[in-house]
């Protein structure tokens, strides 16, 4: 179920719950606007729809007796002694409001878009080490981590904790272990963090004026590109007047314009180790200052930039290669977690086609075909030619013979 901020009235907050989407059903399809949430007589949180079977939503297993969005946007279901049975706080998608906690062994999950709540690629880990990890979705381990508390070992049951103003902390049991941020005591001041979009985890706040607008307070790094994976396989990213842009590496273009995150693809045509195709060539395209993931499967030590190139060149196997001080490390697709350092000395080497082939037929494939048109064209006109030369023989001939017998 999303719950979101709806406006601001005569400095009181109201909150609108909406879509009936709880964060385990974040990726499931939005249900239909005509959609009722509706609490049973027997204590169940369920969805009804028009022509299809009622949904639970929610079931905690007891008797409830009322549900209420309360001032701090926390949607809660109590029993009839007034008891909390369940309540949205203990289910956080991307957002945490003050008041409300990340416990240890729980995460974050950024939104696919800003208009698309479903899971995207980015997450914030409350491990269970004591450190408040970001990485990308589906991979961990320290070489993936873009931020790091540095609270490692300080308690296997720390929380990640929001105020009413502004401080941000991590908490084990009842002890600070770590002020993220010092809070500041301001009135009439709304507060929430969320993992954004982009990667990066933001403090925001707001006045409770009608007219105030969110700013960030707070973030995890100013370094756009930081966050592994915002620009998808085979994309880099680089920094434009401190905000970030995806490009592709030469010879592939952006699988879809609209979402960087999707990456990039070939723009033309590879041939495979087996084939032998005369021609299709390539060529070596460098990026400077650039890299990504090393997952190389050979490394040449002492090469030059032009040696790298063709040693890449030559080996079938090679897709790309980077140059690190001298060590040329070959790669096959795809490439992961590219950017564009300007004080790194390493060197990207990509291999393209010196064609400008697109799709799945490549345009070498394609004047071959032309050739092969050409041909059948030539060989069709010539026995036309054949064919009626033959004739003409053929008839001045009879017409002789008949000529002759008179």
């Known amino acids: 179920m999303i719950i979101y901020l709806r406006r601001f009235k005569e400095g009181r907050l109201e909150w609108r719950r909406t879509e009936a989407r709880l964060c385990e059903m974040r990726d499931d399809p939005v249900f239909p606007s005509n959609a009722i949430l509706l609490l049973t007589d027997d204590g169940r949180l369920i969805l009804q729809q028009e022509d299809r079977d009622d949904v639970n939503i929610v079931n905690p297993g007891q008797s409830v007796a009322s549900a209420s969005i309360l ?10 002694s007034g008891r909390i049975r369940w309540q949205s706080f203990d289910h956080p998608t991307d957002t945490l409001l003050p008041g409300q906690c990340l416990p240890a062994g729980e995460d974050l999950v950024s939104s696919a878009s800003k208009t698309n709540p479903a899971r995207g690629i980015f997450r914030l880990v409350m491990q269970t080490d004591g450190n408040l990890v970001q990485y990308p979705v589906e991979i961990d381990g320290p070489k993936y981590a873009y931020y790091a508390s540095g609270t490692y070992g300080r308690g296997n049951n720390v929380s990640l904790n929001l105020d009413n103003n502004g401080h941000l902390y991590l908490l084990n049991g009842s002890t600070i272990i770590s002020n993220i941020t010092t809070g500041q005591y301001r009135t009439r001041i709304l507060y929430l963090v969320r993992i954004d979009v982009d990667g990066i985890f933001r403090l925001y706040y707001r006045s409770l004026d009608p007219q105030g607008n969110w700013t960030i307070e707070w973030s995890t790094t100013e370094d756009k590109c930081a966050p592994m994976g ?20 030469p010879g592939f273009d952006h699988v879809n314009l609209g979402n960087w995150s999707s990456g990039c693809e070939r723009n033309f045509a590879m041939e495979g180790c087996k084939a032998n195709n005369q021609h299709i060539s390539y060529e070596i395209r460098s990026l400077d200052n650039t890299m990504w993931e090393d997952a190389n499967y050979a490394v040449l030590e002492g090469l030059t930039k032009e040696d790298c190139g063709k040693a890449c060149l030559e080996d079938c196997n090679c897709d790309a290669a980077l140059l690190q001080d001298g060590s040329c490390r070959k790669q096959r697709l795809p490439l992961r977690y590219g950017r564009r350092f300007q004080n790194s000395s390493d060197v990207a080497l990509i291999k393209v086609s010196t064609t400008t082939t697109r799709g799945v037929l490549g345009d070498s494939d394609r004047e071959i075909k032309k050739e092969i048109r050409l041909d059948v064209l030539i060989i069709s006109i010539s026995l036309v030619a054949l064919a009626a030369l033959i004739l003409t023989i053929t008839g001045i001939y009879v017409h002789k013979n008949r000529a002759s017998n008179k």
Do not use: K, R
């Open 71 to 80: 001032d701090n946007g926390n949607f809660v279901l109590f029993d009839s």
């Open 230 to 249: 915002l620009c998808g396989l085979n994309g880099f990213c680089i920094l434009m007047d401190e905000v970030a842009e995806c490009v592709c590496i």
